[in-house]
């Protein structure tokens, strides 16, 4: 029911993967990649990086709070991001980092630009993790121009569209579930993502379900060096509605887990009305309003 796609093939445009590639994008919303330049040793390196910085007391990870900095980087602790406000806060942990813009880029003033901010433990945190992030960001667009191609627009649609992305990778800590978790706690509550693309690394753990079209979940999982994608609203709407966002959650279980998404999202002036129409959306300020509904620190602000 969710598509198993190498991207070596996708992007040597194989009919078979392309159809593949189809049937994920306009049907269920979400597929697994293969062969990419991202090996299972790699992701591996990224997870357990992340696994540190999670693991060390929370007063060495508080000076990173982004209920502190007031941004969209850094560390967000167990109870800050709420994604569906029938439920309560997420009980998971995360750590947010993005682009890196030069100080005189005109986009440094802007919320969803904002700059990274890195922990001094783990030794390496930083360059692991924005090594990875930009070559994911690379996978990120071949994968994007393998979905462009699928659904019938020309292989570059998206390219001019993301010479500045707001791509946002992020490492989620799962623990176990609580004792005291009840129906409306979970590690992320039901949810469409608010961008483009999603590139998800995952520890091998199960816990992420999707939803069905009909109705009930499909739970999916992926070692490292498999990737499970998605699409998010951003991305339905540049397509009017071609490309389906599809409501997925992290109910949690027995066992910790740590997933690494990359939020593969355009420029801030990228407009991401239906493609050839005559309607304006900036997708960044569709993103700036999505995070203020979403993180706790920008609500209360």
């Given at each position: 029911m969710i598509p198993a796609i190498d991207l070596q093939a996708l992007s040597a445009e194989d009919p078979a993967a392309l159809e593949a590639m189809r049937e994920a994008a306009t049907g269920v919303g979400f597929a697994t990649v293969h062969n990419t330049a991202l090996s299972g040793g790699r992701v591996r390196e990224v997870i357990e990086t992340y696994r540190s910085f999670f693991k060390l007391p929370e007063s060495d990870k508080k000076p990173y709070s982004m209920?502190?900095?007031?941004?969209?980087?850094g560390w967000g602790a167990a109870?800050?991001?709420?994604?569906?406000?029938?439920?309560?806060?997420?009980?998971?942990?995360?750590?947010?980092?993005?682009?890196?813009?030069?100080?005189?880029?005109?986009?440094a003033e802007m919320s969803v630009y904002a700059p990274n901010i890195w922990?001094?433990?783990?030794?390496?945190f930083e360059q692991v993790i924005s090594a990875y992030f930009d070559d994911a960001c690379e996978v990120a667009m071949a994968v994007l121009r393998g979905v462009a191609q699928s659904i019938g627009a020309p292989r570059d649609a998206f390219d001019a569209g993301f010479e500045t992305p707001m791509a946002l990778l992020r490492g989620n800590y799962y623990p176990s579930r609580p004792v005291w978790?009840?129906?409306?706690?979970?590690?992320?509550?039901?949810?469409?993502?608010?961008?483009?693309?999603?590139?998800?690394?995952?520890?091998?753990?199960?816990?992420?379900?999707?939803?069905?079209?009909?109705?009930?979940?499909?739970?999916?999982?992926?070692?490292?060096?498999?990737?499970?994608?998605?699409?998010?609203?951003?991305?339905?709407?540049?397509?009017?509605?071609?490309?389906?966002?599809?409501?997925?959650?992290?109910?949690?279980?027995?066992?910790?887990?740590?997933?690494?998404?990359?939020?593969?999202?355009?420029?801030?002036?990228?407009?991401?009305?239906?493609?050839?129409?005559?309607?304006?959306?900036?997708?960044?300020?569709?993103?700036?309003?999505?995070?203020?509904?979403?993180?706790?620190?920008?609500?209360?602000?």
């Open positions: 209920a502190g900095t007031g941004a969209n980087r109870g800050t991001e709420q994604v569906d406000p029938d439920a309560n806060p997420d009980y998971k942990q995360y750590f947010d980092s993005g682009v890196r813009l030069k100080p005189d880029d005109p986009c922990p001094a433990q783990p030794e390496g978790a009840g129906a409306k706690d979970l590690g992320i509550a039901t949810h469409t993502d608010y961008g483009c693309l999603t590139l998800l690394a995952t520890d091998g753990s199960a816990g992420l379900e999707v939803r069905k079209r009909g109705g009930g979940w499909i739970p999916i999982s992926a070692e490292p060096g498999t990737f499970v994608i998605n699409f998010g609203e951003m991305m339905e709407a540049w397509t009017d509605g071609c490309v389906r966002a599809t409501p997925h959650r992290v109910v949690g279980g027995s066992n910790e887990r740590i997933s690494v998404p990359l939020f593969f999202n355009p420029s801030h002036d990228t407009n991401v009305a239906p493609l050839g129409s005559d309607k304006v959306v900036l997708a960044g300020e569709h993103l700036a309003a999505r995070f203020c509904e979403t993180y706790l620190h920008l609500k209360k602000s």
